[in-house]
C-alpha cells in the first residue's frame, strides 16, 4: 500500500502531493474481473483505470456504466474520460473533452446527458461548460458559466435545472454568486448569492430546496437553503460543528447528513429540514477518517470511505471505513479499502458502491 505524506488540507496540494504516486500504482495495476458473490461490508478490486487520475468525476449513467471525467494524473490534467461497467468488470475508452480540467463539477441530466462545468487546468479556473451524450461518447460545449469556477457546488433540482454556486472564481479568491443552467435552452443564467464567500457542496433536500453546506472554512457558520421558486437563500440554524472538507448525504427520512474534519475531532451532524436543527452524530471521534465521500445504501445506512486523517498539522491518506446508521445516530465498522487513495464513490443499481482513485478501482458489497 503506497502512503503519502501531506503538508496541507487544501484539495489542489491533496492532488499535488499525489501525482507522484500515480505512476508508481499503474505499474502494479491490473485488470481483475468483477467478483461473484461477496461477504457483505468488504471491498474487492475491479478492472483498473486505463488513466490513473485524481480530482476527477464519477458519474451514474441510466445504463449503469459510470463516466469517469478528467482529473489529474502524472503528466498533467486530463481531458480524457472513461466508462466503466459493472457487468463485466472492465473500463472503455470515451470521447474526450474539449478542455483538461480538474475540480469541476458533473451532473445527470434528465435527458441522459451529463454537464461538466467549471473547474480549473494550467490556464487556470475555467467557465466553460460541455455535454456528454452516452449514446454517441461525443462532448458538446453548452454555454459558458457567468463566471469561471472551481470546487465549485452543482445539483440537479427537481425542476430539471442545474445549480452552481460558489467555488473560487481566480486563483485565491472565492466567490459567493450562484448561477442556473437550463439545459432545453443550453443557457447560464445569474441567480441570488449566497451570504457567505466560500466553497460549497450542494444537496437538493426532498421539498425541492438546496441545502449549502461550507467545505473550506474552519469558522461556526450556518448552511444556507436555495429556494428556486423565488431563487433566494437564507440562512439555516448554526451548524453544531464547524468543519472543514466536507461531504453530504440526503437520507431516507429526508435529513442531511453531513462529515467533515473538526480539528483532530472527526464530525459528523445531521440537518433536520422540517425543524430547521443541526443534531451531532454519536460517535465521531472514533472513526480514524477526517475527510471521506458519503454514499447512501439501500439498506438506508451511509458508507463513509475514507480518504484523508489528519493529526499533527499533517494529513495522510487511510483506507479506513465507516458505516453511519441513522436509526441509532452512530457509527460502526466496516471494511477497509484495499488502497488508501482519494477514491469517488457512486451506489450502482445493485447496491454495491464503487470506488475511484488513481488506477484503483474496487466494489464494496454492503
Request: glycine share 12%; charged share 10%.
Amino acid at each position: 500500500m503506497i502512503r503519502i505524506r501531506i503538508s496541507s488540507l487544501t484539495p489542489r496540494a491533496i492532488h499535488a502531493a499525489r501525482f507522484a504516486t500515480l505512476l508508481s500504482i499503474v505499474l502494479f495495476a491490473g485488470i481483475t474481473p468483477p467478483a461473484s458473490a461477496q461477504t457483505s461490508g468488504t471491498w474487492t478490486t475491479t478492472g483498473s483505470l486505463n488513466t490513473p487520475r485524481q480530482g476527477h468525476t464519477a458519474t451514474l449513467l441510466a445504463n449503469n456504466q459510470v463516466l469517469v471525467v478528467g482529473g489529474t494524473a502524472a503528466g498533467g490534467i486530463l481531458n480524457s474520460a472513461e466508462l466503466y461497467n459493472p457487468v463485466t468488470g472492465r473500463w472503455t475508452v470515451t470521447g474526450n473533452m474539449a478542455t483538461s480540467r480538474i475540480d469541476h463539477s458533473a451532473t445527470l441530466l434528465p435527458n441522459g446527458r451529463v454537464l461538466v462545468a467549471g473547474g480549473e487546468n494550467a490556464a487556470g479556473p475555467l467557465n466553460s461548460a460541455e455535454l456528454y451524450d452516452s449514446a454517441t461518447g461525443h462532448w458538446t460545449l453548452t454555454g459558458h458559466m457567468t463566471v469561471a469556477r472551481v470546487l465549485h457546488g452543482a445539483t440537479l433540482l427537481q425542476n430539471g435545472q442545474v445549480l452552481v454556486a460558489a467555488g473560487d472564481i481566480s486563483v485565491g479568491s472565492t466567490g459567493a454568486t450562484a448561477e442556473i443552467y437550463d439545459s432545453s435552452r443550453g443557457a447560464w443564467k445569474a441567480t441570488g448569492s449566497l451570504r457567505s464567500f466560500h466553497s460549497f457542496v450542494l444537496t437538493v433536500l426532498q421539498n425541492g430546496q438546496a441545502l449549502a453546506v461550507d467545505q473550506s472554512d474552519s469558522s461556526l457558520t450556518p448552511g444556507e437553503l436555495y429556494e428556486p421558486s423565488t431563487g433566494q437563500w437564507r440562512l439555516t440554524a448554526d451548524m453544531y460543528y464547524s468543519q472543514s472538507g466536507v461531504s453530504t448525504a440526503l437520507l431516507s427520512n429526508g435529513s442531511v447528513l453531513v462529515y467533515g474534519n473538526k480539528f483532530s475531532c472527526y464530525a459528523g451532524e445531521v440537518y433536520d429540514p422540517f425543524a430547521d436543527t443541526w443534531t451531532r452524530a454519536l460517535g465521531n471521534c472514533g472513526n480514524a477518517i477526517s475527510h471521506g465521500p458519503l454514499s447512501l445504501l439501500g439498506t438506508g445506512k451511509v458508507l463513509l470511505a475514507g480518504e484523508t486523517i489528519t493529526y499533527s498539522g499533517k494529513a495522510f491518506p487511510t483506507a479506513n471505513c465507516r458505516l453511519y446508521d441513522p436509526a441509532a445516530n452512530s457509527w460502526s465498522l466496516t471494511g477497509s479499502l484495499r488502497e488508501a487513495m482519494g477514491h469517488t464513490t457512486t451506489r450502482l443499481f445493485d447496491g454495491r458502491v464503487l470506488a475511484v482513485g488513481g488506477s484503483d478501482a474496487e466494489l464494496y458489497t454492503p
